[in-house]
């Protein structure tokens, strides 16, 4: 299987089953579209456009790469050679926020339930069983996430003190992140978190008028003048550690790419501006007539990319761009995506598991506790079985092996199905590729 794609006249073709890239000019591009050089029709209309011994010369080279194994390479036998272990938690340490944003999954804070905040003993028992559970994976990620997480500062550090004195005893190494929206950030949070966690998240989307316009403070007033100074702040000081803003775009900003520049100008090197999923009837839905004007943001932020590359008092980076084309996971990990709820849980303040953050909530799919571990195989086995090449959309995609066939909880939620991709999503994932695989090639 291959895809080629045509980017401000920039010309590629991608091998599926290799990952190979190739950078192609245009008669090619004319010949492998639609199998075209395959059809004697076909190639006699581009030997019209190019003349006969250019077409006869491109074709020739098409097939000296296909039989060099470097185009039209066979499908992939995936055999999950993996035993699969909890090696990383996202710890609901706040089921409480200081905002209100409209489009929150987490229903403005508190996932459809109480309002609460993460105990000291109920994160040391998730600490404990993230390292028995992780067999002898040394690297283990924790990530402190809300709600706001802030609200329950001091039982993060408590946290992060106690996993400092497990890494030694049984020969492991914990990567600490936090997502914040930066209401509760002040000189000592900012030293802490910038000594403390190895990523950032700092939740912010955009302009002043669209973040205000989705992100309300509990007053029902815009959040952008709240933060905004606390984020500059907190970059100012991080240095050259990882962080990075992140925003959603919904139906009120189509032209995202000007919130995207916008976060770059005033200084935020590393920008993830993320689509909404949300049910049709929203208003700020995104819905299939909007997918063309969308994919031409991501083609001029693409441009933006490539333009600010040149300047070396910049080191813009879109989140999204920045997928892996020279190695990365197995072909296995690429077939089944993120781990959720076999390498991956979330976990509530009150203890229970969930496959990933955007579950909790859902009591169907609690799959253990911090007390016993993981109980409920059947929710789990769900999820270890739900490989690309298991779903039928995505069986035929070029794009399968580096989307790994999107996020579980967009297919559930609005298919309730696992095997059945979210549309909008994975439309925009495959123009997002698109560009990733052009900004290199170019820039290579």
């Known amino acids: 299987m291959i895809h080629v794609f045509n980017i401000n006249d920039f010309y590629c073709a ?20 639609d199998d075209s050089f395959k059809s004697e029709s076909k190639v006699k209309i581009i030997s019209h456009k190019y003349g006969q011994d250019i077409t006869k010369e491109a074709i020739q080279e098409i097939n000296s790469l296909i039989n060099n194994n470097m185009l039209y390479t066979e499908d992939l036998d995936v055999e999950n050679k993996i035993k699969p272990a909890v090696k990383a938690m996202c710890l609901n340490m706040a089921h409480d926020c200081n905002l209100k944003c409209e489009y929150c999954f987490a229903s403005q804070g508190n996932f459809k339930g109480k309002r609460s905040l993460m105990s000291y003993e109920v994160g040391k028992k998730a600490f404990d069983y993230l390292v028995k559970s ?47 929206n930066g209401v509760l950030l002040d000189d000592d949070k900012i030293d802490y978190i910038n000594e403390n966690m190895s990523n950032v998240v700092l939740s912010i989307d955009g302009r002043k008028d669209v973040n205000d316009r989705m992100r309300k403070t509990v007053n029902d007033k815009g959040s952008y003048d709240t933060i905004i100074n606390n984020f500059k702040k907190f970059v100012s000081k991080r240095g050259d550690k990882d962080y990075f803003a992140r925003g959603t775009y919904t139906s009120y900003n189509l032209d995202f790419a000007e919130d995207v520049k916008h976060l770059n100008e005033i200084g935020f090197d590393i920008i993830s501006v993320e689509p909404v999923v949300a049910k049709p009837e929203e208003k700020y839905a995104l819905k299939d007539e909007h997918i063309e004007i969308l994919k031409k943001e991501y083609e001029k932020l693409a441009k933006y990319y490539i333009d600010s590359y040149p300047d070396k008092n910049k080191r813009f980076q879109f989140y999204h761009f920045n997928i892996e084309l020279d190695g990365g996971p197995c072909i296995y990990k690429r077939s089944i995506g993120c781990g959720a709820g076999t390498e991956y849980v979330a976990v509530t303040p009150e ?13 169907e799919f609690i799959i253990g506790n911090v007390d016993e571990g993981i109980t409920n195989e059947e929710v789990v086995s769900k999820f270890r079985n739900v490989s690309v090449n298991e779903k039928p959309t995505c069986r035929q995609c070029w ?29 925009l994932e495959k123009k997002r590729i698109e560009c990733s695989i052009m900004i290199k090639a170019k820039l290579q």
């Open 14 to 33: 991608l091998d599926t089953n290799s990952g190979l890239v190739h950078v192609i000019d245009e008669i090619v591009y004319d010949l492998l579209k």
């Open 134 to 180: 992780s067999g002898k994976r040394v690297n283990l990620e924790v990530d402190f996430f809300g709600g706001e997480p802030l609200m329950n500062f001091d039982t993060i550090k408590n946290l992060v003190e106690y996993g400092r004195s497990l890494e030694e005893k049984h020969n492991k190494k914990f990567r600490f992140t936090i997502t914040t």
């Open 351 to 363: 203890g229970d598991f969930y496959p990933c953050h955007q579950f909790v909530g859902e009591k």
């Open 399 to 427: 794009a399968k092996y580096y989307c790994s066939g999107g996020c579980h909880a967009n297919a559930y939620n609005f298919n309730k199905d696992f095997k059945v991709p979210y549309k909008v999503g994975c439309e």
